[in-house]
């Protein structure tokens, strides 16, 4: 199993104190980035959308989002299938609901699509890409970022959409090489306990392994 390409996202993130017409992106990134670092773990509900290239519509899975940044993200996909995923430092739990084995194996994170987004300080993201924001409705922030390096970069394009007010992201959304698109929307976030949130269960039995 993969872990989701969340540029997730993460990205993630909010605001500044007020927006002009046009934003900074960087600025807006650190902001929001800054505020999940200080408020500690968070938790949020996400509904995520996979559309194949040439398709107009999409397969559909949802289910409850965990961040402590900079260390940690969780995925834990609800419906139509339950399904886990953790990510502390470079390594990856994967795991089923029930199966008495799940599999643990290393990423790397600053090359692993979607998490460099998430995990990585945005100063170094900066280097990796362009950024540009715009205000768009109900007084939301979208960053849209492209790549620098195109011929290397496993992601075409990806837009994180920001709420001013909240101070995080609401919506992100990616191409893929092949020209799949991933969207997700995450609401309802509120803060988590640490305890739990971020270990991998004790009753399953660990296959080492590659992705």
């Not at 938790?43 to 996979?50: I, K, L, R, S, V």
């Not at 949802?62 to 299938?81: E, I, V």
């Not at 837009?159 to 893929?176: E, I, N």
Request: net charge neutral; proline share 7%; charged share 25%.
């Amino acid at each position: 199993m993969r872990p989701p390409h969340l540029l997730l996202a993460a990205l993630a993130l909010a605001a500044l104190p007020a927006f002009a017409q046009e934003a900074d992106p960087w600025t807006t990134l650190k902001t929001v980035r800054q505020s999940l670092v200080e408020g500690g773990p968070t938790g949020a509900d996400f509904t995520q959308t996979f559309t194949a290239a040439g398709f107009s519509s999409g397969d559909k899975e949802s289910g409850r989002l965990a961040l402590s940044l900079p260390d940690c993200m969780r995925w834990d996909y609800t419906n139509p299938f339950p399904k886990s995923f953790l990510l502390c430092g470079g390594t990856v739990h994967a795991w089923n609901e029930g199966d008495p084995t799940g599999h643990r194996y290393r990423v790397d994170r600053k090359n692993e699509p979607g998490l460099d987004l998430l995990l990585l300080g945005v100063d170094e993201l900066k280097s990796r890409y362009q950024a540009t924001a715009r205000s768009v409705e109900g007084g939301k922030v979208e960053i849209a970022l492209v790549p620098k390096k195109k011929d290397v970069s496993t992601l075409t394009d990806a837009t994180l959409t920001v709420d001013p007010q909240s101070r995080r992201v609401v919506a992100v959304a990616y191409h893929d090489r092949e020209g799949n698109l991933t969207r997700f929307e995450i609401t309802g976030y509120q803060g988590l306990s640490r305890q739990g949130s971020f270990s991998p269960p004790g009753n399953v039995r660990w296959v080492e392994g590659t992705q």
